[in-house]
């Protein structure tokens, strides 16, 4: 398949608050983008044309893939075998290998083990009757999710065998993953591409700093521990080896207190906290997500200076707004979109300097976050 030329329809699926980014570059560069989504996400206000529906209705997703030159999947909820059959309708660069793991959890277990890369212990249950004993075996505490990948999908920790309706409404009529719970000395997450020329990129790698299960920041760091780097590095290799395809692959990575590294994640979709600028980077993120959906080649990207990327979410947006006055070195990003989930970031801040030290200190001393 040839690349794409400016003047061609994106057909983009699905989406969070980001994808506004993408298609305004999108647009910068010549292209057109209509978008499908369904009913309760996101609108992107920048699409020249978008589509309600369902992603289980595959008449309307193939109408859709037939308008457009290319399609973007930016979901997990798309049947694979309707990936499949989409891909007959319209050029569809990415890989059904990763859509699988981003979709089936135990498919992911089970991908990461036949590639000798470090899993918490797991299991998978069918009914509620076997959730005690697999307990048992692993051990609490416990995270609990659905196998398969499901919107808002609900994860909750087990401390006890205790089990309240939450658990039972959860593994109800469904098969359940449940992984023991990895205290984490530090949380890191990779993105890593592979376009069309088959060339293969590992962005910066972030260590991210959570508050309470929420993203406070991710570090972009020339500095960081270079046994950590060559470890992180090490797991994308042998994941990319495995993957075909024009695609981004995101990893989320915790390094336990003995030192020794999991994976936690492996994703199709793209993550918050690689939502570098071209200030950071050569291209940014956004441009290399619009490059690997139009076939396009995707340059070196070593950081360029140290960095932050902080979301800005709905309760923080009238302090976020005051420091775009007192903090005009500081880079705003509001996504271009209506609705959306609570919980979802709206925006992002860039911090861009010499010392990820300094810029740290400097975002605590702001206020943001109080």
């Known amino acids: 398949m040839s690349q794409l030329l400016p003047g061609s329809i994106i057909g983009i699926i699905g989406g969070d ?7 305004l570059m999108a647009k910068r560069l010549g292209y057109r983008i209509y978008h499908f989504r369904e009913k309760d ?8 044309k978008e589509e309600i529906g369902r992603y289980s209705d595959r008449r309307a997703l193939f109408n859709f893939a037939m308008q457009v030159d290319t399609i973007y999947i930016l979901t997990n909820e798309i049947e694979i075998d309707t990936i499949v059959a989409l891909s007959g309708k319209s050029r569809y660069y990415q890989s059904f290998e990763l859509a699988e793991i981003s979709q089936n959890r135990m498919v992911e277990k089970l991908f990461l083990e036949e590639h000798a890369i470090n899993v918490a212990p ?32 609900t994860s909750m920790m087990l401390y006890d065998h ?18 023991a719970f990895v205290p984490a000395q530090r949380q890191f997450s990779l993105t890593i591409l592979r376009d ?13 700093v959570y508050v309470d299960g929420t993203l406070k920041y991710s570090i972009a760091s020339k500095r960081m521990n270079p046994e950590w780097v060559g470890e992180l590095r090490t797991i994308a290799s042998k994941l990319m080896r495995s993957i075909s395809g024009s695609t981004l692959v995101s990893i989320q990575v915790v390094m336990a207190k003995n030192g020794i590294f999991y994976v936690k994640k492996v994703d199709q979709l793209p993550f918050l906290q690689h939502q570098f600028s071209a200030k950071q980077i050569p ?6 997500i619009l490059r690997l959906a139009t076939g396009l080649g995707v340059l070196e990207s070593g950081l360029i200076e140290e960095g932050l990327i902080v979301p800005i979410y709905r309760e923080m947006l009238e302090k976020a707004h005051v420091l775009t006055i007192l903090k005009p070195h500081w880079e705003f990003e509001y996504f271009q979109v209506e609705g959306g989930n609570p919980g979802e970031a ?18 605590e001393l702001s206020g943001l976050h109080d």
């Open 17 to 23: 608050s980001q994808i506004s980014s993408v298609i």
């Open 41 to 48: 996400e996101p609108s992107v206000l920048l699409a020249e």
């Open 122 to 153: 797991y299991g998978m249950i069918t009914s509620i009757g076997e959730l005690p004993s697999l307990l048992s075996s692993i051990g609490f505490p416990a995270v609990l999710e659905t196998n398969r990948f499901r919107k808002n999908n």
């Open 162 to 179: 205790d089990m309240d309706d939450q658990v039972f409404q959860l593994v109800e009529g469904q098969s359940c993953m449940v992984t």
């Open 196 to 208: 069309y020329e088959d060339h293969i990129t590992i962005l910066p790698i972030t260590e991210d």
């Open 283 to 288: 291209q940014s993120f956004s441009e290399i």
């Open 346 to 363: 709206v925006g992002v801040i860039r911090l861009t300097g010499a010392s990820s030290v300094d810029l740290v200190n400097e975002l």
